[in-house]
């Protein structure tokens, strides 16, 4: 069973391009980025070989299509001039449906369907509604569109014009690509990292929401992916389940301008039924709070999305390691964060030390808790145990001087997140503890 789980929009852009009109005759024209099967490529008109089109080749699904990010954005705000035409060629007479999708920014999203009814070009006029917004900075083009209309063609598209508004700002970047992972190869299973000498790769089936992939290497190939949560979230599957029971922790970068206030990262299982279960990141009720502006890295418990109902549904139990199905990257609601970078997704079967990114020898257990965590150590002894809430505040100080095992008692703590810097002969490791 393959379900793509609800981000806030479910389409995929590729690069960006000018503004209105688009004819197709310079190279920025081609950045469509083609969806749910449609081929979608820039083209010599077959009609007129001093020409050149966007064709657009369906794929036989219910909303199949492509789409592009422009530099300008569409002003639909003046319902007197918030038409959109362009020309539009069909492979046959039979009525046909599809629709015209404007995306993203502050104005949310827009659509309507126009219709074909002749062979050869034609000019369409989508004349849309009143109250419409003026900061549309995608277009989408469906094919045949709308619920059961799966029917097939090619079509080519050319001289699409529309009113344009202000210039899009340039988007925010980072300086330097993500630090190079370096948990040890045979421990990992990565799912989205090209700099760590890692081969053990989980691999996707399919893909769902909107995100680019962008290389921040300055002596060589970094690719990152590049999300805008305010346009729509990103995620991954597989068409049946993946057993990760191996693995402990989940691991990743990220990079956040400073627009953006949250992150959710959600891994998805199918065990009988498909279920999210997240981690927060800066927001109402983070688990740490969000770093911008500048590569943070992020180590999660697998434990943690074990011992956790699944807020999204409001049912009990944990996350199933044994029934892993799709991960994704998105935010509450898209007025929460803008531009965010991720790299070096992985699975790991150990955790990292904050500071030398040694292999943590630690563990805490129960965590989340409701009473107490213990911390141990089969190798070290333990000296002292210092708690820390997520604005920096010293809320437990335990020393107990060389000892394997530790009780903390969390009875007088604030559900959420807190930092354990444990310090023993080896130097100090942080740990993260979650409180129910």
Same mark, same amino acid.
């Given at each position: 069973?393959?379900?793509?789980?609800?981000?806030?929009?479910?389409?995929?852009?590729?690069?960006?391009?000018?503004?209105?009109?688009?004819?197709?005759?310079?190279?920025?024209?081609?950045?469509?980025?083609?969806?749910?099967?449609?081929?979608?490529?820039?083209?010599?008109?077959?009609?007129?070989?001093?020409?050149?089109?966007?064709?657009?080749?369906?794929?036989?699904?219910?909303?199949?299509?492509?789409?592009?990010?422009?530099?300008t954005f569409v002003d639909l705000s003046n319902d007197a001039?918030?038409?959109?035409?362009?020309?539009?060629?069909?492979?046959?007479?039979?009525?046909?449906?599809?629709?015209?999708k404007f995306e993203g920014g502050s104005s949310g999203a827009?659509?309507?369907?126009?219709?074909?009814?002749?062979?050869?070009?034609?000019?369409?006029?989508?004349?849309?509604?009143?109250?419409?917004?003026?900061?549309?900075?995608?277009?989408?083009?469906?094919?045949?569109?709308?619920?059961?209309?799966?029917?097939?063609?090619?079509?080519?598209?050319?001289?699409?014009?529309?009113?344009?508004?202000?210039?899009?700002?340039?988007?925010?970047?980072?300086?330097?690509?993500?630090?190079?992972?370096?948990?040890?190869?045979?421990?990992?299973?990565?799912?989205?990292?090209?700099?760590?000498?890692?081969?053990?790769?989980?691999?996707?089936?399919?893909?769902?929401?909107?995100?680019?992939?962008?290389?921040?290497?300055?002596?060589?190939?970094?690719?990152? %992916? =590049?999300? +805008?949560?305010?346009? $729509?979230?990103?995620?991954?599957?597989? *068409?049946?389940?993946?057993?990760?029971? /191996?693995? !402990?922790?989940?691991?990743?970068?990220?990079?956040?301008?400073?627009?953006?206030?949250?992150?959710?990262?959600?891994?998805?299982?199918?065990?009988?039924?498909?279920?999210?279960?997240?981690?927060?990141?800066?927001?109402?009720?983070?688990?740490?709070?969000?770093?911008?502006?500048?590569?943070?890295?992020?180590?999660?418990?697998?434990?943690?999305?074990?011992?956790?109902?699944?807020?999204?549904?409001?049912?009990?139990?944990?996350?199933?390691?044994?029934?892993?199905?799709?991960?994704?990257?998105?935010?509450?609601?898209?007025?929460?964060?803008?531009?965010?970078?991720?790299?070096?997704?992985?699975?790991?079967?150990?955790?990292?030390?904050?500071?030398? %990114? =040694?292999? +943590?020898?630690?563990? $805490?257990?129960?965590?989340?808790?409701? *009473?107490?965590?213990?911390?141990?150590? /089969?190798? !070290?002894?333990?000296?002292?145990?210092?708690?820390?809430?997520?604005?920096?505040?010293?809320?437990?100080?335990?020393?107990?001087?060389?000892?394997?095992?530790?009780?903390?008692?969390?009875?007088?703590?604030?559900?959420?997140?807190?930092?354990?810097?444990?310090?023993?002969?080896?130097?100090?490791?942080?740990?993260?503890?979650?409180?129910?």
């Amino acid at each position: 069973m393959k379900k793509i789980t609800l981000l806030l929009f479910l389409f995929s852009i590729a690069g960006f391009s000018q503004s209105l009109p688009l004819d197709f005759e310079v190279p920025e024209d081609d950045n469509f980025g083609a969806f749910n099967g449609t081929v979608a490529s820039v083209v010599v008109d077959p009609t007129d070989p001093t020409n050149q089109v966007l064709e657009m080749i369906g794929a036989g699904v219910d909303f199949d299509g492509a789409a592009m990010g422009l530099d300008t954005f569409v002003d639909l705000s003046n319902d007197a001039t918030n038409i959109i035409s362009m020309r539009i060629w069909a492979p046959d007479a039979t009525l046909r449906t599809h629709l015209l999708k404007f995306e993203g920014g502050s104005s949310g999203a827009t659509e309507l369907t126009f219709t074909t009814d002749m062979m050869g070009w034609q000019t369409v006029n989508i004349d849309f509604g009143a109250g419409l917004g003026n900061e549309y900075p995608t277009i989408v083009i469906f094919t045949d569109s709308t619920p059961g209309n799966t029917a097939t063609g090619t079509y080519y598209i050319d001289d699409i014009t529309g009113p344009n508004g202000a210039m899009i700002p340039v988007d925010p970047i980072p300086a330097t690509a993500a630090p190079n992972p370096s948990a040890p190869a045979a421990e990992v299973l990565s799912i989205f990292t090209d700099t760590g000498g890692y081969t053990n790769f989980w691999t996707r089936d399919y893909n769902f929401g909107q995100s680019n992939i962008v290389d921040l290497g300055t002596s060589g190939v970094n690719n990152t %992916f =590049k999300f +805008n949560l305010a346009a $729509a979230g990103y995620g991954e599957g597989k *068409n049946g389940v993946v057993d990760i029971t /191996a693995y !402990n922790f989940l691991q990743f970068d990220y990079w956040a301008d400073n627009m953006s206030t949250e992150l959710r990262f959600y891994i998805i299982d199918n065990n009988g039924a498909v279920v999210e279960y997240w981690y927060e990141i800066g927001g109402a009720a983070p688990q740490e709070a969000i770093v911008t502006e500048a590569w943070t890295h992020v180590e999660i418990p697998l434990s943690y999305f074990e011992n956790t109902a699944p807020r999204s549904t409001g049912g009990t139990g944990g996350f199933s390691k044994a029934n892993f199905f799709q991960w994704k990257i998105d935010a509450s609601s898209n007025l929460q964060s803008d531009f965010i970078y991720v790299d070096n997704i992985y699975f790991s079967q150990q955790t990292l030390s904050s500071d030398s %990114f =040694k292999l +943590n020898v630690f563990n $805490a257990f129960p965590n989340p808790t409701q *009473n107490s965590w213990t911390i141990q150590s /089969a190798n !070290n002894q333990i000296d002292t145990i210092e708690v820390y809430d997520l604005t920096g505040k010293l809320v437990l100080n335990q020393h107990d001087g060389n000892a394997t095992s530790v009780s903390l008692d969390a009875t007088s703590l604030s559900q959420g997140m807190y930092i354990a810097k444990v310090s023993s002969i080896d130097g100090i490791q942080n740990i993260k503890l979650s409180k129910d």
